[in-house]
């Protein structure tokens, strides 16, 4: 309470002490942030407004009504303002995006309206979306540690600030640029370069580890890297930023690590982004989603962890579903339900330009959005001295399990591409008879992750049918069984590792069967 007060106080003597009017900027934004915009100042009229295309906005099912979205001229000196009363009155973070000129943001407002993904990113490959690297996951995803996450997290908040044009967010770029590269540890196939931008002083840093035979094909998780203080953007203004966002930079580095210990080398190129002044309208993860559109790069998906370890409501993970891909939103709750079944999963809208995803999503790209809780229940102290590692509770347990999710997906979509060919089932029949009581067994059946093993039965009599991994099924130890009255039987498993699948049949009553075994061999 105390915090949210002092915010309010900070604002209203911001409102009642203007600052000087300094640079003129196009920003675009929905109607909630407008009026938060006006409020800080009434001139500020549309110049164009839109309403966003159908296939924008998310599921239909959600009767909230869409924004429209707005062009507007404001002095610079006011964004600061304007994101202060978004946070604190509307509960969202950010809520507009930067335009370098009127005619870039009025192209971005047309790009909204339009039905279909913008041109640029009509030819990017959209994925099968298999899930079968079970084998090569399971393995990593234990490997990761929460301890490893709270120490980046506690380096990156320990700058006085990340601020886009400080001498702490130029030396934060620095710094993380060198740990990256060391966690790389000399690997040929991983660079790690500062995507230089020439309006501000901060560098964006992305690591490419590059496909082996599809790299063509790229795959991009990204963070934020700056800070921001509501009350405040000098050198010396305190912005430790500890969940905004060193939590998802901080989870980007541990699946970094992973990879590189377990060796991983995928098929398509896997981009690490650490994004450049996202707190001022995401101008650095705009800057570089446009440039991979203009060079035609082909970005099959897209991922982005802002806040990844504040647990402020009842679900582990909320995916937002506007701005993002729907295709690949179900992708992602599919590998939560596969590799982290314990972990519950929501649903929410965060409205326009809320973190860089929307970037990306601009350019066309399919993208999602996993975020730390509901939106309504994010952090408190975020945009203020108070976002610390201490108030996450010196832990960063719930950000192990976006790196874990995130490490899934990279592994998942970095496998895949063109030339995989499709998961082929084998297979096998067998035929014969059994006396009363009689049992016969089948296999190994080599199984592989990520498949399943069916067993069905058709004949006379009254048989009965055991399936297990691992191990020749008994009537009292199996993984499934089916036991009706009749010779036609059937069950399945799924199988997590690859495995040696056996099956069993037991005459209950004499009779003859043919047994067929479908599975996915190794």
């Not at 978004?86 to 909204?112: I, N, Q, T, W, Y």
């Not at 993860?285 to 402020?312: C, P, R, W």
């Not at 997906?409 to 009581?437: H, I, M, Q, R």
Request: hydrophobic share 35%; glycine share 8%; with cysteine.
């Amino acid at each position: 309470m105390r915090t949210r007060l002092a915010l309010a106080a900070a604002l209203l003597l911001a409102a009642s002490h203007p600052a000087q009017a300094g640079e003129k900027v196009w920003i675009s934004l929905g109607d909630a942030a407008l009026a938060q915009l006006q409020k800080l100042a009434v001139a500020a009229q549309p110049q164009a407004s839109v309403v966003p295309a159908a296939r924008l906005l998310g599921d239909v099912r959600d009767l909230r009504a869409p924004e429209n979205v707005h062009l507007v001229e404001v002095d610079e000196d006011q964004l600061l303002q304007l994101s202060g009363r978004v946070h604190e009155d509307l509960k969202r973070c950010g809520g507009f995006m930067f335009h370098p000129s009127k005619s870039a943001g009025l192209d971005a407002l047309k790009a909204l309206q339009s039905p279909t993904r913008p041109q640029a990113a009509l030819a990017a490959t959209r994925p099968s979306y298999v899930i079968d690297q079970q084998a090569v996951i399971n393995p990593m995803l234990s490997q990761m540690q929460a301890s490893n996450i709270g120490q980046t997290i506690v380096d990156l908040s320990n700058y006085t600030n990340r601020y886009y044009t400080t001498s702490g967010g130029v030396n934060a770029s620095n710094w993380l640029k060198s740990r990256w590269t060391t966690i790389a540890n000399g690997r040929s196939d991983i660079t790690v370069e500062q995507f230089t931008h020439a309006s501000w002083a901060q560098k964006s840093v992305i690591l490419t580890i590059k496909g082996t035979d599809n790299g063509n094909e790229v795959v991009v998780l990204g963070a934020h890297l700056d800070s921001i203080n509501q009350s405040g953007t000098s050198e010396t203004t305190r912005a430790p930023g500890a969940d905004d966002d060193a939590s998802g930079v901080a989870s980007l580095t541990e699946i970094l690590r992973t990879l590189v210990a377990g060796n991983y080398k995928p098929r398509r190129t896997i981009k690490l982004m650490a994004y450049a002044a996202e707190e001022v309208g995401l101008r650095g993860s705009a800057e570089i989603a446009k440039s991979f559109a203009n060079a035609g790069t082909n970005v099959v998906g897209v991922m982005q962890l802002d806040m990844t370890n504040y647990k402020g409501a009842a679900n582990d993970i909320y995916i937002f579903t506007d701005y993002t891909d729907s295709q690949q939103n179900t992708f992602v709750t599919n590998l939560i339900s596969t590799y982290l079944p314990t972990l519950k999963v929501g649903t929410d809208r965060c409205g326009y330009a809320c973190s860089d995803h929307a970037s990306w999503n601009a350019q066309g790209y399919a993208t999602s959005m996993p975020f730390e809780s509901s939106f309504s229940a994010d952090n408190p102290y975020i945009h203020t001295v108070n976002d610390t590692y201490a108030n996450t509770g010196s832990q960063a347990d719930h950000s192990l399990k976006f790196a874990r999710m995130a490490l899934a997906y990279a592994v998942e979509l970095g496998s895949d591409g063109p030339g995989t060919p499709p998961p082929t089932d084998k297979t096998e029949t067998f035929s014969g008879s059994l006396t009363l009581n009689q049992t016969k067994s089948f296999g190994p059946f080599k199984v592989k992750a990520g498949g399943t093993i069916k067993a069905s039965t058709t004949g006379t009599g009254d048989i009965d049918l055991y399936v297990k991994l691992g191990a020749v099924p008994t009537t009292s130890s199996y993984g499934c069984k089916s036991d009706g009255s009749t010779a036609t039987e059937s069950c399945s498993l799924n199988v997590t590792v690859n495995s040696d699948g056996y099956v069993l049949l037991k005459g209950y009553s004499a009779g003859n069967y043919k047994l067929t075994v479908v599975y996915r061999p190794q």
